[in-house]
């Protein structure tokens, strides 16, 4: 009978032991396991709606490194800043770049990354290109490149990843921000996986 409960005992430290080493191993993998970046030659390079700092600025070094022929890039069509909308701003911006010919603005309404994902895909049809490069942030990259495949049929996609060092790194452990960003988009990530995906 001791025997029996001792063999038991140590299978469940085994378990346990593993479990720990698992959480321990998805814990310090977690950042690098948000980040893709990944780009392909494409025809068209598409900038998710949000950290006009970084995005549209990666976009057009991929541009002019070749990665794609056009630019098309997410606005907000109903947010403001101060009196002006977003997309006054991005006009004025697009209007004031030397290669502002090879960039169009896609006015978009949804607030998440799916309901972009609807919005663009109007846009990304006028512009009559097979293959797609998403660029967006760093954390955000796996879950876009997934959400992008599985809503918009028909089309290729890559991504690439624009870093912002305030927001996130992949040693997120490191740094308050990063944390909560990891931790946020992690949920996301669940969410999109566990039930978003299958309505």
Known sequence: MVKTWTARNRGRLA?????????????????????????????????????TDRR???????LKLGYGRRVLIDVPADAKVYEFSQIELAEKYVHNLPNGDSISL?????????????DAEKCIDSQN???????????????????????????AFSVAAAHDSKQFGTKWWTHRQWAKTCTDEWLRMLWWNAVERWQ
Do not use: M, Y
């Open 15 to 51: 378990i346990l032991f593993i479990a720990i080493l698992l959480l321990i191993v998805f814990t310090v993998s977690a950042g690098r396991v948000l980040v893709v970046d990944s780009p392909q030659p494409s025809d068209l390079i598409l900038v998710l709606a949000g950290e």
């Open 56 to 62: 549209p600025a990666r976009a057009l070094e991929l």
């Open 106 to 118: 896609c006015p978009i309404h949804g607030l998440s990354t799916r309901d972009e994902s609807h």
């Open 129 to 155: 290109g097979a293959r797609i490069l998403i660029v967006t942030s760093d954390f955000h990259t796996r879950r876009a490149l997934s959400i992008f495949r599985h809503e918009v049929r028909g089309k």
